[in-house]
Structure formats: structure tokens, C-alpha cells
């Protein structure tokens, strides 16, 4: 039985003042049926994670270096996120892939990294408008996942999010047909390269404008176990109906 997970990338969104919505979903969900993630800013971390802390809510990073140290002015390592309490950390989301030229090696060694040091890597794949309506979706996602997703994965060490990358912000959704045919694919592909045991057990969230009008319906597609949810997240009266769908779901 995989646990379901609703995840919330704040991304660059929130200062101080942001973490009463993090006080205000944890008196929400203080006995949640489903694991819930928050990824503040790094600045944010530390404090976040004091409030969380005793609480049903994990904190994690949104990105991580592939080394545990060393000269890279700016970067947080891994070790340096679990250090301040994270227990995840999202790894190759598109606007790092686009924003910062990261490519399949290097989400792949960030994923390493961040397994290494004792988190669970949140590993972004997805599609672009242009590769989906020239049919290419399939083969993008496989691609990605070769690339992306280290030999040492499993349920607990990885999950995996789907993200349309024109749905990331758009408020466009994909079709719950067309969100069950990339989630199936990557189950199947899963099963394939890593045995039914570590396929089967691989948590694998939808994200892409999830909100709390379309949640229920997205959750209840088969194979998805969750969502990764950004714009909806950074306010509780917005992502915690999402986390009620989910565990109604
Ligand atoms: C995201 O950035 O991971 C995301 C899914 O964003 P949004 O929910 O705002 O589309």
C-alpha cells in the first residue's frame, strides 16, 4: 500500500510572515491520513521545520546540489537541507531544468545526492506543450526517467511527479485520460527497470494548476498517489481542501 502525499513547492514565494499559513495547516491536519510535504524558500527552512516539527507535516528543499561540499557560492547541499530539518527534496523541477540548464545527469546526481544523505528525492518529469502536441509525451518520459531516476531508488527513497510542464501555473489541466496514461506509462516502466516490489511501491504525484475545484477528480485516476501542488500550496485555505481530497480519495 503506498501512502499518499500532498506536496506543497512554495518555490520563490514567502518571508516570515508566510509561515502562519504553515501554523494554521498543521492545527488543520494535526491527525492526517496522508503524509504531507512543505517546501518553503532555504531561508524559510529552519523555522519551518520547528513548527512542523511533532506535527503530521515534513519539511523539504526544492533543490539540492550533487555534492555534499565545497566551492559552489550559493548552492545548498543536501546534508545542509536534512541539517536543517528537511526530510525531502524536489530534484529536477522543470523551472530548475529550464532556469538552470539542468539536464537528466544532473537531476540524476542531485537525486543521488539527496538519497545519500537520508532524504526522499522528489523527482520532476515532464512534457513541454510543443513535445505533447507533436505525440512525443511517451518518449520524453522515458527519457527522463532513464536519465533521471538513480539505480538506487525505491519507495521510500524516491517519489516520482509528473508535471506537464504547460500545466505549471497555467491553470490548463491535462485530461484525467491523459494524466492516467503518463502515470500507468511510469508505473509500467517502474516495474520494469527496478521489479514489481520497488515499481509497485514507488509513490507517483500529479502536478501541474492542481486545485482544490479539480483535486478530487485528479486523485481519483489510478496511479496517482498524490499531488505536487505550487501556486495552491502557499495558502492553507487553499491547499488543505486539497489534502482533505486526498484522504478522502
Ligand atoms: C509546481 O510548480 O510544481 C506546480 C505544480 O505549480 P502549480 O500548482 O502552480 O501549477
Known sequence: MRRKLAA???KMNGISAGLTELQSLAATHADADVDILICP???LLHRAAEIAQDTSIRIGGQDCHANAAGAHTGDISAQM??????????????????DHDERNEDVRAKAKAAIDAGLTAVIC??????????????D???????????DLATGENVVIAYEPIWAI??????????IGEVHDFIRARLERRFGEGVGRSVRLLYG????????ADIFAVPNVDGALVGGASLKA?????????????
Open 237 to 249: 485555505a487553499d491547499f488543505s481542501p486539497i489534502i482533505s481530497a486526498l484522504e478522502t480519495s
Open 8 to 10: 506543497g513547492n512554495w
Open 41 to 43: 524558500p532555504a531561508t
Open 125 to 138: 518529469l515532464g512534457e513541454s506543450l510543443a513535445q505533447r502536441e507533436a505525440a512525443n509525451t511517451l
Open 81 to 98: 537541507l536534512g541539517d536543517a530539518g528537511a526530510t525531502a527534496v524536489i530534484v529536477g523541477h522543470s523551472e530548475r531544468r529550464e
Open 169 to 178: 501555473g497555467t491553470g490548463k489541466v491535462p485530461t484525467l485520460e491523459q
Open 208 to 215: 501541474g494548476s492542481v486545485k482544490p475545484g479539480n483535486a
Open 140 to 150: 520524453i518520459i522515458a527519457g527522463q526517467m532513464s536519465g533521471s531516476i538513480p
